[in-house]
């Protein structure tokens, strides 16, 4: 096998095994560890790590460490976090999240560079288009790693199924469910009730396992990347120069348009994978079905997002941000109207799923958005995007234990119509600051994107 093709699939197959352990356990954080909010405020406080990690260390741990080191002892940071929930309390589930939040960020920016160096190294040996060998590259490796939250959540469902703490759910107890939640650490005797130690602990086994087989994957096959390559890409801009160049990028009118909508695609992922999953699925269905309801989220979302990439350029952004805002405005008014009945077993996958299609228009569009709008500025714009994404994860879940299910699908739904306002106005601005050709409307319309994960 061609060597760098194999360093390829080291990379990706290494974060396939991290992520499984890692979107399995976030989407059951508001479940497992619901006691006074355990769960969501370490989810709260691994965001808003994230968002100080990702303005200053990718450049420091990388230069120090080098590209294939920075993402093995990163991928230790998720591993302890992995740990911390075995005895989850607050003196050991917010250190491991705040370890997690510092690691995530050096780990995708090596993970982007070591790809990124490895494509450019191969073209030049074989003669062909960096750019081309890049993008194949990166296509392999989302391929592999979008998987992830599938099998992070099958593997979580069938291990809790084997829980003997199923059993019918009493209409008193369903009436604490929904919307209209009753803001109890455990809305009902039945569904919610916590699995066993023993089912807790093997999961958690499993899912450290993972973490770990991937550390030892990629320090034993992945090799280091050529040092005078990575040091040129290392060297490009100090990093209190990225973090000063994020800042004056808000002085752009089009970019502080954008914050209402880069910060709701962390507001409308956080209220389904804390709110949805806990006060409706758990509550009404049981845990074991968390990872079920998630998988159905993941698979639709992954599946459309490769298709939005390939039509975009036929039907053009704006008539998917205009799908994306009917489909998730449904959802969060059936959210609001709808009484959780666990004989409406269809509702509880078909609300996940449409919200997995407009989360792919979300992921996408928004990325190939900045992408164009700031394409002499990327570095500083994509800073941007991480900022405000985090910070809308960092808020809805800081107040999620706090508010009823229902003020905060109306705070979601609010921001969604303001982002709708404010995404409109970039549009014209946009429209009126260039001539709309038909060439450069199908550059646009066509623009490559990129499906950044979540963490």
Partial sequence: MERNLKNVLVISFGFLLLFTAYSGLQSLQSSLNAEEGLGVASLSVLYAALTLSSMFLPPIIIKKLGCKWTIAVSM?????????????????????????????????????????????????????????????????????????????????????????????????????????????????????????????YTLLGVYTASGVIAVLLVTIFLDQIKSDQAETEKEKTPFWSTFLATLRHLKDKRQCLLIPLTMYSGFEQAFLSGDFSKSFVTCALGIQYVGYMMICFAGINSLCSLLFGKISQFTGRKLLFALAAVLNTSCLITVLLWKPDPKQLAVFFVIPGLWGVSDAVWQTQINALYGILFEKNKEAAFSNYRLWQSLGFVIAFAYSTKLQVYIKASIVLSVLVLSMLTYGAVEYLKAKSSPGTPAATKKENGAPHSQETHM
């Fill in 76 to 200: 230790c940071c998720y591993v302890a976090y992995s740990l911390g929930n075995f005895y989850a309390s607050w003196y050991t589930l917010i250190p491991t999240s705040m370890i997690l939040g510092l690691g995530g960020a050096p780990l995708w920016s090596a993970k982007c560079t070591y790809l990124t160096i490895a494509g450019t190294l191969y073209a030049e040996k074989a003669g062909k288009s960096a750019k081309d060998i890049i993008n194949q590259y990166f296509g392999i490796f989302f391929l592999v790693f979008q998987t992830s939250g599938v099998w992070g959540n099958l593997i979580s469902s069938l291990i809790l199924s084997q829980s003997s703490n199923q059993g019918q759910i009493s209409e008193e107890d369903l009436e604490c469910c929904g919307a209209y939640d009753c803001l109890t650490d455990t809305t009902n005797s039945t569904g919610s009730e916590r699995p066993s130690n023993s089912l807790i």
